[in-house]
């Protein structure tokens, strides 16, 4: 019988998925923050990293434990997002008339993003997240420049923050804590983008959050900034995250989530904290990929084609 040669064929024989044994004497221990409540996780951020689009960057907040295990699974998670920005361009003939740019948004997690595996069709919390990115966005570009124009900010969550520790209780996992620190990501990513794609903004936006934590030995509730829910596993009570303009001391975006009660304006402070932290590495990242575009930079600068950039790994206190 002639084989059909359109169609990957299974083996002929049968398969069995491997097994893999527990390890004797493996005990599963959480990582706790060791960080001081003021002090902001590292992060890396780079642009220019997709060439046929318009502008583009990376988001990077890699683990802070490197400690080695017996285990393949990893102790805690990082957070990595792309985003690329196509556009101005001009809007379709039978559209309507706009005297402004439309800015439109798309949040998507990659179907290998997190453990538990996403689905190729947008849910209703990747919908809600590119709300909210819009909203901070459409607070800093000038659209006025750009009539009759429209352009798409497309954000890629690679590797997304869990919502509590792997091992853990399903209680801490609820909350869905971790789509505060993927929000402030994006809103800092997609500030660094639009501005790789030479579009007119009033500032830089920077996304900040900030967490009220369940104090140790029953103590009212710790106010911490970047908080990594594998590391406050059903520990935090509230979550704000806000997008900033430093230079304009505007919010553009807040979403607080949880009860803080008393320490809710506090709360918002903190986050705003966190977002300055997190300019500061928008910043300088912007400000070098200007001085290799306009050919400033210094002689030891790598060329673009060889991977410009560099790692913003510094360790951020308020």
């Known amino acids: 019988m002639q084989a059909d040669r359109r169609r990957l064929n299974a083996p002929a024989g049968g398969t069995a998925p491997p097994v893999f044994a527990a390890l004797p004497n493996t005990k599963l221990q959480r990582q706790t923050r060791t960080r001081k409540p003021d002090e902001h996780r590292k992060l890396?951020?780079?642009?220019?990293?997709?060439?046929?689009?318009?502008?583009s960057a990376y988001y990077e907040i890699p683990p802070q434990s490197q400690q080695q295990t017996?285990?393949?699974?990893?102790?805690?998670?990082?957070?990595?997002?792309?985003?690329?920005?196509?556009?101005?361009?001009?809007?379709?003939?039978?559209?309507?008339?706009?005297?402004?740019?439309?800015?439109?948004?798309?949040?998507?997690?990659?179907?290998f993003a997190t453990r538990n595996?996403?689905?190729?069709?947008?849910?209703?919390?990747?919908?809600?997240?590119?709300?909210?990115?819009?909203?901070?966005?459409?607070?800093?570009?000038?659209?006025?420049?750009?009539?009759?124009?429209?352009?798409?900010?497309?954000?890629?969550?690679?590797e997304g923050e869990e919502d509590g520790w792997w091992a853990g209780s399903a209680e801490g996992k609820e909350g869905g804590w971790g789509m505060m620190s993927v929000l402030a990501g994006c809103i800092t990513v997609a500030s660094a983008a639009l501005v790789d794609a030479g579009i007119d903004c009033v500032d830089l936006v920077s996304g900040g959050v900030a967490a009220v934590v369940h104090g140790a030995g029953?103590?009212?509730?710790?106010?911490?900034?970047?908080?990594?829910?594998?590391?406050?596993?059903?520990?935090?009570?509230?979550?704000?995250?806000?997008g900033y303009l430093q230079s304009r001391d505007e919010v553009t975006e807040m979403w607080m989530k949880g009860d803080a009660g008393m320490q809710a304006e506090q709360l918002i402070d903190e986050a705003v904290k966190a977002a300055s932290l997190a300019r500061a590495v928008l910043a300088e990242t912007v400000k070098e990929a200007a001085e290799i575009k306009l050919g400033k930079g210094d002689e030891s600068a790598v060329p673009v084609n060889e991977g410009k950039g560099k790692s913003k790994d510094v360790v951020m206190t308020g």
């Open 218 to 242: 029953g103590k009212d509730g710790v106010l911490v900034l970047d908080p990594a829910p594998s590391e406050h596993d059903g520990e935090i009570r509230a979550a704000c995250v806000v």
């Open 117 to 158: 595996r996403r689905g190729y069709v947008r849910d209703a919390s990747e919908r809600d997240l590119g709300a909210h990115l819009e909203t901070a966005l459409r607070g800093v570009v000038i659209g006025e420049r750009f009539p009759k124009s429209g352009c798409e900010v497309v954000v890629t969550v690679l």
């Open 70 to 111: 017996e285990l393949l699974v990893p102790q805690t998670s990082s957070l990595k997002i792309t985003c690329t920005v196509h556009g101005p361009r001009p809007l379709p003939r039978n559209a309507a008339f706009s005297p402004n740019l439309l800015l439109s948004t798309h949040v998507k997690f990659a179907p």
């Open 44 to 55: 890396f951020l780079q642009t220019g990293i997709v060439p046929s689009a318009s502008g």
